[in-house]
């Protein structure tokens, strides 16, 4: 029996509604990711050997201070190591004195631009303390003409904080350059 042309017309509008709803939902799936790429919303980067749930791993995202924005590496106003300190030697001190909860220590070798993020040590330990870090473990150095990079990863019970740390040498003196979110420790 062939189909009356009233159903034929009823399957088509069927179809043309789900192209319609299809379209639309392409459409916002679209304009969700220009918007996210041109607010800056970081993607989310998190090395973990424990796998996290959801409600913790939101948690800890709450906590997190936005990646602070950048600020051009300058001599003068970058932080500086203390004489005769590697950058190795930096990362591994500013990890000790996290898990010894000496955060002002911490909070001095900090870049320039996490500095102005956390305002002062004060609000740098509230919010790290928070995180609940039980050990670290640090990556190679990769080194770069002046630059060195070490990758940073911090343990949690909730899940791991990765960071890369780079570290420029101007002269003999050695400076944080930045410490930006992810990496992998190899």
């Not at 790429?37 to 424990?50: F, L």
């Not at 001190?93 to 898990?99: G, L, Q």
């Amino acid at each position: 029996m062939p189909m009356s042309d009233q159903a034929q017309s009823n399957n088509q509008q069927v179809i043309v509604y789900a192209l319609i709803a299809i379209a639309v939902l392409l459409a916002v799936i679209v304009g969700f990711m220009v918007y996210n790429n041109s607010h800056g919303v970081p993607a989310p980067s998190v090395s973990s050997t424990v796998a996290p749930s959801d409600t913790a791993a939101a948690n800890i995202a709450a906590e997190m201070p936005d990646q602070p924005t950048p600020v051009a590496f300058d001599p003068k106003t970058a932080t500086k190591l203390p004489a005769g300190m590697t950058p190795e030697q930096a990362l591994k001190a500013y990890n000790d004195d996290i898990m010894s909860k000496k955060f002002p220590q911490a909070y001095d070798l900090l870049p320039l631009a996490q500095k102005k993020s956390y305002g002062d040590a004060d609000s740098y330990g509230s919010t790290v303390s928070q995180y609940g870090i039980t050990g670290y473990k640090l990556g190679a150095p990769q080194t770069a003409g002046n630059d060195v990079s070490i990758v940073s990863e911090q343990d949690t019970a909730q899940m791991n904080i990765t960071y890369t740390w780079t570290y420029t040498k101007v002269g003999k003196d050695w400076y944080v350059k930045s410490r930006d979110m992810g990496g992998a420790v190899q």
